[in-house]
């Protein structure tokens, strides 16, 4: 016991410093610190992730009530300055605010109503070239066959190119745009009582300044980037849709009226609404007119649609939604999969609110402005990347233009 205790209590003898040590890393005063390994910002972005995946199951899952609140809230920014003028010229709040909502009721109601009709006429007129596109069915079906594609494949594209298909498809898809019925008194609720309420907006923001400017800021700059993209859409949507009917009327396409009403409201979808608004157009001139007045309306609609859509609308919006096409796209497919029809399109104001929320009101996040497609003051890109050389003697360095 005593040998145990005088070996315990042996002093060590100090290290020689040029010797070597493999006791482990240096934990001295000097050591530089070492990083961690569970720095805790993969869970962070694990979290994020999961939680985003709950909201977007639970926007889904109430969508019927989601949908009509964002377009009550959408209407509801885009009349806001004419509420404003109203009240200027010396109206009441609350006479400005019923005088704004009977237009918006009268405009809602009417559009409504057109599109009952149009869809009505759609309904009895295409199963008046059922004889046609029978014949189209056959014709397709002779030339998929002489380039070696099997019979069975052949009977499976045709069976989703019957009338009874292609109606139901067109019809659906014409007739959820708008969420009629219940989603349309849902609608016009909202934008009675939000109108109503929109005269404390500014009082509202003028106390939650002092306290979180920058989330008031960015809630500011969203409703005039929503209202500049919306008012343009539908102005020029408009524009579209009176020179898309114009054309087919004067080419003898059946239903010209129903595809304007289409035009106009497939342009609020960025990317794909062009080629919704095209396809039935196109099968009705091919059934009523043949393939060369087919090929007409594809001509007359990439004309008008490229000159407005792609050409002025993007240089009088300008820096407004500041979106690039590749999120503008995803934004379509994400919200059309959360909301439905109505989700598509609204998918530009949607992702503007997402990215006021989380983006512009907060400092640390808006580094991701350039990444979601806002690069002013960036400058246009040179075509050239700067390749940085080897230190040269005397430490300099130089670098070098690579194409």
């Known amino acids: 016991m005593s040998l145990w205790k005088r070996r315990s209590h042996r002093p060590r003898r100090p290290a020689d410093p040029a010797t070597p040590s ?92 057109a599109l009952v009709v149009s869809v009505a006429q759609f309904a009895t007129l295409f199963p008046q070239y059922a004889d046609q596109m029978h014949a189209v069915e056959d014709q397709l079906g002779q030339w998929l066959t002489s380039l070696g594609v099997g019979q069975q494949e052949v009977q499976r594209l045709l069976a989703g190119l019957s009338p009874g298909t292609v109606i139901g498809a067109v019809s659906d898809l014409v007739g959820s745009v708008f969420g009629l019925g219940v989603g349309l008194v849902v609608v016009l609720a909202l934008i009675v009582f939000m109108t109503l309420d929109a005269g404390w907006g500014r009082l509202i923001a003028d106390r939650l300044r002092p306290v979180r400017p920058q989330l008031v800021e960015a809630l500011t700059g969203f409703t005039v980037s929503v209202r500049r993209y919306m008012v343009v859409t539908a102005v020029l949507g408009a524009a579209v849709s009176a020179l898309d009917a114009l054309a087919l009327v004067l ?102 609110l997402v990215r006021a929320v989380l983006v512009d009101a907060n400092p640390d996040a808006r580094w991701m402005r350039p990444v979601l497609g806002d690069v002013t003051g960036l400058g246009p890109p040179t075509g050239r990347t700067e390749r940085r050389a080897p230190t040269a003697p005397g430490g300099t360095t130089t670098t070098k233009g690579t194409p």
């Not at 949908?67 to 009441?92: D, M, N, S």
């Not at 609609?301 to 979106?323: D, E, F, K, T």
Request: aromatic residues 6%; contains cysteine; positive net charge.
């Open 251 to 352: 080419l003898g396409v059946p239903g010209a009226a129903l595809w304007g009403l289409l035009a106009f409201i497939t342009g609020f979808i960025p990317n794909i609404g062009y080629w919704i608004g095209i396809i039935p157009p196109v099968i009705l001139a091919l059934l009523a007119n043949g393939w060369q007045n087919a090929i007409v309306v594809i001509v007359v609609y990439a004309v008008i649609n490229g000159v407005i859509q792609s050409g002025l609308q993007p240089h009088i919006v300008g820096s407004a939604v500041s979106l690039n096409q590749t999120i503008a796209f995803l934004s379509v497919v994400f919200w059309s999969a959360v909301l439905g029809p109505m989700g598509a399109v609204l998918a530009i104001p949607l992702t503007l």
């Open 22 to 113: 493999h006791a482990g890393p240096d934990v001295g005063p000097d050591a530089a610190p070492v990083a961690t390994v569970g720095s805790g910002r993969g869970l962070r972005i694990m979290l994020g992730l999961a939680a985003a995946v709950v909201i977007a199951v639970g926007c889904s899952r109430f969508a019927g009530i989601i949908a009509p609140t964002a377009l009550a809230l959408v209407v509801t920014i885009c009349v806001q300055p004419a509420r404003v003028f109203l009240e200027r010229l010396g109206l009441a709040r609350s006479l400005a605010s019923t005088v704004v909502i009977v237009v918006i009721l009268v405009l809602l109601v009417g559009f409504s109503l």
